[in-house]
Structure formats: structure tokens, C-alpha cells
């Protein structure tokens, strides 16, 4: 079977620990390479993973010519840059979420990659790939809670490391970054459209300065979505869909784990309904599909303009804290 060959960009543990070894369970990626600004690191990591090949810098490996594909898991404030340097190197991109730390740099993205038509480029939302996702979104289509009017979601874990990047706010930290920015793309995967406006609180830590509980509620043409993300509560996670005739709740939403089945609880009559849906790894699932649309010149299955779409509803909701109102949400595309 042809295989894409990737390389990743930073020992980042997300990579390390999750991805990586996931995607090298796919049929058709060979992850080839890794690079680390310590070479040292990067060869421990490559060690501890079976990774043939290390590169001494991000630079050498996107250079290379025995690379179709990186991965990039670095921190926030370095996606863009680093997406647009391995694009003009001539590589499919699978960037970690969120795409970028706003709208206006996530549009400076999409009209670098529209300039490489034929590269792939792609924001690693992996809860996308997960059965329960696909389970989720056939019961709304098939009408089985009726029309949908309110989508609930919570998402926190406990990190209060003045050392962790995600709790440097200058580089991108703080949790709408890294966990609210699931929240808003499941409700606009649920309602299948774009929000108008977001009303919102956030409290932020007095020492670290990244926000560190966040609330919103989110405007759509047909309905609402509610949310909660933190990252000074205890590891917590739920999705509820309210329609017009039923419920959908799942108690994992977005990591499953892949040793695990999932469930969906089904409401719409006097029983509950349980479906149980049987293990899966949505990074191996994220992965083979992402090498597919390269292998068959496929369309990526979330475009770049989705994560786009997605900044402007954490901009929106960042704006309306600030300002004690209503924030509307750009729809337009920036020149």
C-alpha cells in the first residue's frame, strides 16, 4: 500500500504521547522523521517511538525531500509561522488546534496556502474522526431529537504550571485556546453553520494572566450553544444536544479513550436508549484519512476556511468579556 511519508515538527508531548504513536498504526503513513531545536531530544524521542530519522532543526526537515507531510504540535503563537514555512517548502500540513491564537492570523494562513493549490492543509481537530462523532451526526440528520435548539458542552482539567505553554500568555496559553476551541467547533459541527453572535465572561488567573475559566453563550440562526471550559477544575467533559423532539448526550465528547467504547445516551420518548460505540483511536483515524486525501488528490475533510471560521467565534467571545456586550461574529472573508 503507498504510504505518506511524515515528519513531525517538536518533541511536544501531545505528539508524543498520543499522536505519533497512533499514526503510525495507519496503513498508509510512515512517520519517517522527527525534529527538535536538541538534537539530543530529538533522538531520545525518535528512540523511544521507532523513528528512523532525526533532524537537528525544524528547517532541515521541512527541507527535505524524502517528506510529503509534517506534523506540527508546537505552541500556539508558532502554527502559522511554521505551517507557511513548510507549505513554501512543499509540504502537506496537519497543524495541531487551535489553527492559529486569532482570525487575522488564520486568514494570513489561508492565503499563504491558497498560494499551493496542490498541498494539504489542515487543522487536527481528531474528535472529528471518532465514531461517536459520526454516530452523533447521523442521528441529528436522520430527525431523531427533531430540530436542534441548544448544544451544551463542558470541557476542564486541572494545570496550574507557571512552566507548561499552555499557561503562557504570551505565546498563545490559556484555556479557550486549547479547550474552549472545542467547544465552539462541536456546536458548529452539531447546527452545521456558522453562529451570529457570542456573549461571554471569563475570569483570568491573577499570576499567570491566561484565562482560566471562560462561559459563553453563542448565537446561531436556529438555536443556541452554551459552554464551559476551565483550566483550574477538576478533568471533566459532557456534551448535551437538546432538540425540539429529544436528547443527545455524550459523556466523552472529544477524547474518548481508544481502549474504551464510547457511549451516546438517546432521549425521545419515555426510555432512555443507549448506543455503545466500539473502540477507536481518532488520532490513527485523523491521520490515514488526512494521508488519503493526499494519496488520492482528495479534498481535506475539514478545510482551513472551517478553522477560520472558528477563530472568529473565540475572537468574538474574547471581545464580548472584554466589553460587557454582545459580540457579532464576522462572517465575511477578510482581503
Known amino acids: 500500500m503507498a504510504k505518506v511519508s511524515w515528519g513531525i515538527i517538536s518533541t511536544a508531548r501531545i505528539g508524543t504521547d498520543k499522536v505519533i504513536p497512533a499514526m503510525q498504526l495507519a496503513s498508509n503513513v510512515d512517520v519517517k522523521a522527527i525534529a527538535s531545536r536538541n538534537l539530543e531530544t530529538a533522538k531520545k524521542t525518535a528512540a ?8 537537528p532543526s525544524y528547517e532541515e526537515l521541512i527541507n527535505r525531500k ?11 503563537h508558532l ?10 517548502a ?4 496537519l497543524c495541531e488546534k487551535p489553527i492559529a491564537r486569532n482570525a487575522a492570523e488564520a486568514e494570513l494562513l ?15 481537530f481528531m474528535y472529528r474522526f471518532h465514531p ?4 452523533m451526526l447521523e442521528l441529528i440528520r436522520d430527525g431523531a431529537i427533531g430540530e436542534v435548539r441548544n448544544v451544551q458542552t463542558m470541557f476542564s482539567y486541572y494545570n496550574d504550571n507557571p512552566k507548561d505553554v499552555r499557561n503562557q500568555a504570551d505565546i498563545g496559553g490559556g484555556g479557550l485556546l486549547d479547550i474552549g476551541c472545542y467547544c465552539i467547533s462541536y456546536s458548529r459541527l452539531v447546527f452545521e453553520g456558522e453562529p451570529l453572535r457570542a456573549c461571554a465572561t471569563i475570569e483570568y488567573d491573577p499570576g499567570l494572566k491566561v484565562d482560566r475559566l471562560v462561559s459563553a453563550v453563542i448565537e446561531f440562526p436556529k438555536g443556541n450553544a452554551t459552554f464551559t471550559c476551565s483550566t483550574q477544575l477538576p478533568n471533566s467533559q459532557h456534551a448535551k444536544i437538546i432538540g425540539t423532539r429529544g436528547i443527545i448526550e455524550l459523556p466523552v465528547p472529544f477524547t474518548p479513550l481508544p481502549d474504551r467504547s464510547s457511549r451516546i445516551i438517546f432521549t425521545a420518548g419515555p426510555k432512555d436508549e443507549e448506543m455503545t460505540i466500539a473502540p477507536a483511536n481518532h488520532y490513527t483515524l485523523q491521520g490515514e484519512s488526512f494521508s488519503k486525501a493526499i494519496l488520492e488528490h482528495l479534498p481535506v475533510p475539514t478545510p482551513l476556511i472551517d478553522g477560520i471560521a472558528n477563530m472568529r467565534v473565540i475572537d468574538a467571545v474574547f471581545e464580548s468579556s472584554r466589553t460587557g456586550r454582545w459580540a457579532e461574529i464576522r462572517q465575511e472573508r477578510r482581503s
Not at 524524502?66 to 505552541?75: F, Q
Not at 492565503?111 to 487536527?124: T, V
Open 48 to 55: 523511544k517511538l521507532g523513528i528512523r530519522e532525526v533532524s
Open 66 to 76: 524524502d517528506i510529503d507531510a509534517v506534523y506540527i504540535p508546537l505552541p500556539n
Open 79 to 88: 502554527h502559522v509561522e511554521w505551517s507557511i514555512k513548510a507549505l513554501r
Open 90 to 93: 512543499g509540504k502537506h500540513v
Open 110 to 124: 489561508l492565503h499563504e496556502a491558497e498560494k499551493f493549490p496542490g498541498l494539504k492543509m489542515m487543522e487536527a
Open 132 to 135: 461517536q462523532t459520526s454516530a
